[in-house]
């Protein structure tokens, strides 16, 4: 199958090189030229486990090109993904769906009879019927609109793509469904169940997905926050639940609040979508108020964890990204609590093992250190705000020898309150009891 892919950001790179990889000839389009020539020359424009080994292997089969050229890639296409960003327009968390509808114009210009186009990016319901008007506009007809949202998190992308709980396909003609199931038959191998639907109920399942988890992840938030009121330790409670096959295990890690570039922007989107409909969604809108609140908080902790006061003291961080395998910093947690605590008088050094250069963008008064150790050294205390799995075999004896204030404010909860203990911390995790003063 010969597929255009439109944007390599995240979902465009990924799908795109793995399409590749199923054998499909792809190619993938973006405006940014720099982007293009680095992926030409094999230089990855995210940081993500296997993807350039993955777009180099293909790319050396000739299965696998990049261009500025939208026409040439259309034309010859028999299916185009559209996978161009729909970042949250400012101040009312819309989706901006410009960058979308700027690239269905410029396709229809070329697009061929049959040809099936589809949308990757997570697009708002109603999305599809906008296109299809968008191209009857342009004087195009005989092509199908399809849905297939995608469900990879980024730092697993590749290892989700290839082994998805689902595809979902939203199409409502034959020949879409055709073409679909034609490009994702590798998978069926796999024995992933497809799951073909309407291409408005494909686009909301997208929204509900990511709306269910933010749900979830807010939900042990809130009985980590009551475990602390309690003395009793979060972590046990969400095993506990969790082994119950309706709930399951997943999603249910306490931390400092949801962050990345797709739980924030889709539930408000989601708020948005339904706002316009008529119809409330108060366990969404809840959802979106506490962990904007948990997020503006966790300084709070550091705070008492100190006594109250951070001014003057120097804070060690550990990991900036929004979360491990990533360098992506969108809306990270990191953020609003780096922050505050240079707002009050603290004094930063941060260690992120790839972040790094993201964050020099974002945080101009910090230090950032090459170790977790050249972080902690002389620090009033360390906090761990991301899990990268290098923070989860740290020699803790160590890190008490060599830290000043031996507070460990562990946000992750990826370290044993008793053996921090024993290693001579003052151990502060999320939803562990009831925190010592
Ligand atoms: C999320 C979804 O998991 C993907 O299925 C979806 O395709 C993607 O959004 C998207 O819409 O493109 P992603 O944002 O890459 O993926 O990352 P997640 O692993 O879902 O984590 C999101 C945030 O939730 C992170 O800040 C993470 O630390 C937090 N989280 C996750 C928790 O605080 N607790 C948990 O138990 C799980």
């Given amino acids: 199958m010969r597929i255009a892919m439109i944007g390599t950001g995240y979902v465009g790179l990924v799908s795109g090189a793995c399409f590749a990889d199923f054998g499909h000839r792809v190619t993938c389009v973006d405006k940014d030229k720099a982007k293009i ?18 777009v180099k292997a293909n790319a050396q089969r000739g299965r696998l090109t990049f261009t500025t050229d939208l026409p040439s890639a259309v034309e010859n296409a028999e299916a185009v993904f559209i996978a161009v960003g729909t970042p949250a327009r400012r101040g009312d968390g819309h989706a901006d769906l410009t960058f979308v509808f700027d690239a269905v ?24 019927d906008q296109i299809e008007k968008i191209l009857r506009e342009e004087g195009v007809t005989d092509v199908s609109v399809a849905s297939n949202p995608e469900f990879l998190r980024e730092g697993a992308a590749i290892a989700d793509f290839k082994h998805p709980d689902r595809i979902v396909v939203g199409a409502d003609d034959d020949r ?13 191998l796999n024995r992933a169940p497809i799951l073909i639907t309407g291409r408005r109920t494909a686009e909301l399942t997208k929204y509900a997905a990511n709306a269910f988890l933010a749900v979830k992840i807010s939900f042990i938030n809130e009985i980590a926050d009551l475990c602390e009121a309690v003395d009793a330790d979060v972590q046990d409670v969400a095993r506990g639940i969790g082994l119950d096959n309706r709930i399951g295990p997943k999603f249910l890690h306490a931390g400092p609040g949801y962050g990345g570039s797709c739980f924030p922007k889709d539930t408000l989107a989601l708020l948005q979508t339904a706002e316009k409909a008529g119809v409330d969604q108060r366990i969404v809108r809840t959802t979106v108020a506490v962990n904007d609140d948990r997020k503006n908080s966790m300084v709070e902790r550091v705070a008492r964890a100190l006594g109250g006061d951070v001014s003057g003291k120097k ?7 929004f979360k491990p395998n990533t360098d992506d910093m969108r809306d990270a947690p990191s953020i609003p609590i780096v922050n505050a605590l240079v707002e009050r008088g603290a004094k930063v050094s941060a260690f992120d093992p790839v972040a790094r250069e993201q964050a020099e963008k974002i945080f101009t008064r910090i230090e950032f250190a090459n170790s977790a150790e050249e972080a902690a050294a ?36 990826v370290y044993d309150p008793a053996e921090a203990g024993e290693a001579g911390l003052r151990y502060y995790g999320v939803g562990r009891g009831r925190p010592a003063s």
């Fill in 315 to 321: 804070i060690a961080v550990l990991g900036l990204a």
């Fill in 176 to 188: 879409a469904q055709d073409v679909l199931r034609e490009i994702y038959r590798p998978l069926f």
């Fill in 105 to 128: 114009r410029e396709l229809a210009k070329v697009i061929k009879p049959g040809t099936v186009v589809v949308t990757k990016s997570t697009v708002p319901v109603g999305t599809g």
């Fill in 37 to 54: 020539d680095g992926l030409n020359e094999g230089v990855m424009p995210i940081w993500e486990p296997g993807l350039e080994a993955l």
């Fill in 378 to 413: 002389d620090a009033d205390a360390l906090v761990i705000v991301t899990e990268w799995d290098e923070f989860r075999a740290l020699d803790l004896e160590k890190i008490a020898e060599i830290l000043r204030g031996k507070v460990l404010v562990d946000l992750r909860n």
